[in-house]
């Protein structure tokens, strides 16, 4: 079946040469046909992006996405290009976000922003808490969770549709991060209010929720302090405490804050379109009930499929590139869609089609929805672990499970780069 989010016009409105609008209400639609045509154009195309004066380059071919993700004459960093001017960029990004100057560094310095010696050392704090092993060892953990979840899911479906998103999707990942950060059950509604308001692309908002955030993560940071226990927080103040340059004062609020976002906008949202997917593809999900042992495979290909994430942080060229065949300058921007390497012929039959037995095994994934790189997502392993627990207890819990509107009207959040539900109302 065709995807349930392609009907009408697809694509973008700029023709052969001109500059694509990423908040184009087209694209935004339709991302995966958008992208689709542009990768089919050329191999960079140019893009103009909400509140950049200077347009950047969109490269959505998947062999060029690896590149510009793995290539270290890229740099996430500007300043980090030889002779550039990065103050202009700065007061641009903080301009269009309505952001005081005094808040930048929390979000334009963090472990995303990093490169090279910096960025090791920041990602190398924390990368421990995420590895394979450790994950898996949360795994216990993670079903608890699941199941009370679940539970109170049950008792909410007896008196109609619920909201997927609202109570269960996002409860989840938030849970889990927040206990492992550190974050206290009391606070956890907080920081979901905040995530939205960050991701809401309203500048006044999102200058309230950055302010509050800064300021709660310091209160958290003195409490544990004075009594420390056993999470990531207290890891991340005994380094700070340990003086040397291993952690900065700002670094340290600004990784945490890093974390908690980064670790449950994301997974819920991969949670949401996933469910999704699966109902609108009876027949995949007849395969995936019929053999539990395809749920890392089924992970992978809804990552492919219907990831949150559609494009990366812009990197800036250190030296003047080619990206096939075409003239990347120096201090020239560029975003990896990674949507469109995930929807490129050249490397995915029929792309299109949800496949849950396409990934040939469930370790390794060859789409590019969690990046590539230097970069690649430091919570792949949890995410995946989080969407596997949380798809396998939906399915064997509510075996009735359908949609309560239309596929055609499930409302999406419009935002560049992102592929979300606003909800998904659910008969159980
Ligand atoms: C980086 C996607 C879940 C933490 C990234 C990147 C992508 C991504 C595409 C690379 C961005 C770039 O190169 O510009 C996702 C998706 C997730 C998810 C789709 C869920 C389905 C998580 C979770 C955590 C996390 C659960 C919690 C720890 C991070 C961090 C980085 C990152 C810290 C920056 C890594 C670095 O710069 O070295 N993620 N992520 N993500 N992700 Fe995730």
């Known amino acids: 079946p065709a995807h349930p989010r392609t009907s009408g016009n697809p694509g973008t409105s700029a023709g052969a040469g001109d500059a694509v609008d990423l908040m184009d209400f087209e694209l935004m639609r339709d991302p995966f046909r958008g992208y689709a045509r542009l990768r089919e154009r050329a191999p960079l195309v140019r893009g103009t992006f909400f509140g950049r004066g200077t347009p950047i380059w969109l490269v959505t071919r998947y062999a060029d996405v690896k590149t510009v993700l793995g290539d270290p004459r890229f740099v996430n960093d500007p300043a980090n290009v030889p002779g550039m001017d990065v103050g202009d960029i700065r007061e641009r990004e903080l301009a269009a976000r309505g952001i005081p100057e005094e808040y930048a560094p929390y979000i334009l310095d963090s472990v995303l922003d990093a490169d090279g010696a910096d960025h090791l050392r920041l990602r190398r704090l924390v990368s421990r808490t995420f590895t394979a092993r450790r994950v898996l060892e949360l795994r216990p953990r993670v079903q608890e969770i699941t199941e009370s979840l679940l539970d109170r899911l049950e008792g909410l479906g007896r008196h109609g549709a619920v909201d997927l998103m609202e109570h269960f999707a996002y409860p989840l990942p938030i849970t889990v991060i927040c206990e492992l950060v550190g974050i206290p059950e009391q606070d956890r509604p907080q920081w979901r209010e905040w995530g939205k308001a960050l991701v809401a692309l309203e500048a006044g908002g999102m200058a309230g929720a950055l302010r509050d955030m800064v ?13 420390p226990t056993a999470d990531l927080l207290t890891g991340l103040i005994r380094t700070h405490d340990e003086g040397g340059d291993r952690l900065g004062d700002t670094e340290m609020v600004t990784l945490v804050l890093t974390l908690v976002l980064a670790g449950h906008e994301t997974t819920a949202h991969l949670i949401g379109n996933g469910v999704a ?13 019929g053999d539990p042992g ?85 919570g792949a392993a949890l995410a995946r672990q989080e969407a596997e627990v949380a798809f396998a207890g939906l399915l064997r819990r509510f075996p009735g499970m359908a949609l309560a509107v239309a596929a055609e009207d499930l409302e999406r959040q419009p935002m560049p780069g992102s592929w979300r539900l606003a909800r998904l109302p659910l008969h159980l």
């Open 294 to 378: 395809l749920m890392p495979r089924a992970v992978h290909e809804l990552m492919r499929w219907c990831g949150p994430v559609q494009g990366t942080r812009l990197r800036y060229a250190a030296e003047d590139v080619e990206i096939g065949g075409m003239p990347v300058r120096k201090g020239e921007a560029v975003m990896a869609v990674l949507v469109g390497g995930n929807y490129d012929p050249r490397v995915f039959d029929d792309p299109e089609r949800l496949d849950v037995t396409r990934e040939p095994d469930g370790r390794r994934e060859t789409h590019v929805g969690f990046g590539h790189g230097l970069h690649y997502c430091l």
């Open 215 to 227: 300021e709660h993560i310091h209160t958290l940071i003195e409490r544990r302090r004075a009594a």
């Open 277 to 289: 997917a699966l109902l609108t593809h009876p027949e995949q999900l007849a395969l995936l009930r």
